[in-house]
């Protein structure tokens, strides 16, 4: 199933924040959105969830998604925000049920508890399942919330930068699971990231923005460059190879450019 988004813009009032936005992503892709704060990331990602309703086109699986109720996006498309609200003292088990509420019709089924059951075998946190959330580190939540994502059978899961505010460990351990997921549940995954180099590592493609509009797509190995880096971000940086991986190192601001 190909995401195809066609001039998509968007505005707040009277300030616009996308510019005629267009790209695909294919099934079991990693399509990363990468740049500098403010240049229309998380806005994208909410404008194609439904969140925000934005002109142009997005389409989904042969559909459009204005053509859509709530529900039916609801079961193509799950959506992990950056901001993870924590409300009542709810149990791991019960967070990743609240996933399946696009199929709960009146009580939750038999199958409603073996999908969730499932889904933390698959994704390996048996040890959390009924831990409250209230007790769990941050990756550990981050995990669990892209088990509730995938407890929904979506097609398609929009990320809001998940290793924000991460370790370095669990930073490793949650982009792996997305990148396990994608591969095996052919999942397309369209990820906001802010880490150049985890995104080199783990994204299939990225989608570099500045400004609300896309200025480079393709391979991080050959797109990234001290050029890029330089117009997109402001900043002077080396490039490096290190055990088969690109790196980006800053070096120093640009004096007088404004990312």
Same mark, same amino acid.
């Given at each position: 199933?190909?995401?195809?988004?066609?001039?998509?813009?968007?505005?707040?009032?009277?300030?616009?924040?996308?510019? $005629?936005?267009?790209? *695909?992503?294919?099934? $079991?892709?990693?399509?990363?959105?990468?740049?500098?704060?403010?240049?229309?990331?998380?806005?994208?990602?909410?404008?194609?969830?439904?969140?925000?309703?934005?002109?142009?086109?997005?389409?989904?699986?042969?559909?459009? /998604?204005?053509?859509?109720?709530?529900?039916?996006?609801? +079961? /193509?498309?799950?959506?992990?925000?950056?901001?993870?609200?924590?409300?009542?003292?709810?149990?791991?088990?019960?967070?990743? @049920?609240?996933?399946?509420?696009?199929?709960?019709?009146?009580?939750?089924?038999?199958?409603?508890? *073996?999908?969730?059951?499932?889904?933390?075998?698959?994704?390996?946190? =048996?040890?959390?399942?009924?831990?409250?959330?209230? +007790?769990?580190?941050?990756?550990?939540? +981050?995990?669990?919330?892209?088990?509730?994502?995938?407890? +929904?059978?979506?097609?398609?899961? @929009?990320?809001?930068?998940?290793?924000?505010?991460?370790?370095?460990?669990?930073?490793?351990?949650?982009?792996? /699971?997305? =990148?396990?997921?994608?591969?095996?549940?052919?999942?397309?995954?369209?990820?906001?990231?802010?880490?150049?180099?985890?995104?080199?590592?783990?994204?299939?493609? @990225?989608?570099?923005?500045?400004?609300?509009?896309?200025?480079?797509?393709?391979?991080?190995?050959?797109?990234?460059?001290?050029?890029?880096?330089?117009?997109?971000?402001?900043?002077?940086?080396?490039?490096?190879?290190?055990?088969?991986?690109?790196?980006?190192?800053?070096?120093?601001?640009?004096?007088?450019? /404004?990312?």
């Amino acid at each position: 199933m190909t995401l195809s988004v066609r001039d998509l813009s968007f505005s707040y009032g009277d300030r616009k924040i996308l510019h $005629g936005i267009s790209f *695909e992503a294919a099934t $079991g892709e990693v399509l990363g959105i990468a740049g500098p704060n403010g240049c229309g990331k998380t806005t994208l990602i909410k404008c194609i969830d439904r969140i925000f309703e934005p002109q142009g086109e997005v389409e989904f699986a042969g559909k459009y /998604l204005e053509d859509m109720t709530t529900t039916e996006v609801a +079961q /193509l498309i799950a959506y992990v925000p950056q901001a993870l609200t924590m409300g009542m003292a709810m149990s791991v088990f019960e967070t990743i @049920l609240l996933g399946r509420r696009p199929y709960i019709r009146w009580s939750v089924s038999d199958t409603d508890i *073996e999908r969730v059951s499932m889904i933390i075998d698959d994704l390996g946190i =048996q040890h959390l399942a009924f831990r409250s959330m209230t +007790q769990i580190s941050g990756g550990e939540r +981050q995990k669990v919330m892209i088990a509730r994502a995938m407890v +929904q059978d979506p097609s398609l899961l @929009l990320l809001d930068e998940p290793t924000s505010a991460l370790d370095l460990r669990h930073q490793l351990e949650v982009m792996e /699971l997305v =990148q396990r997921v994608s591969r095996e549940k052919q999942v397309s995954v369209l990820m906001a990231v802010h880490d150049l180099n985890l995104a080199s590592r783990f994204c299939d493609r @990225l989608m570099v923005m500045k400004e609300g509009r896309v200025v480079a797509l393709g391979k991080p190995s050959e797109l990234l460059n001290e050029t890029l880096i330089r117009d997109v971000y402001g900043v002077e940086a080396m490039i490096t190879r290190q055990s088969g991986f690109l790196q980006v190192i800053p070096v120093c601001p640009v004096r007088g450019i /404004l990312a």
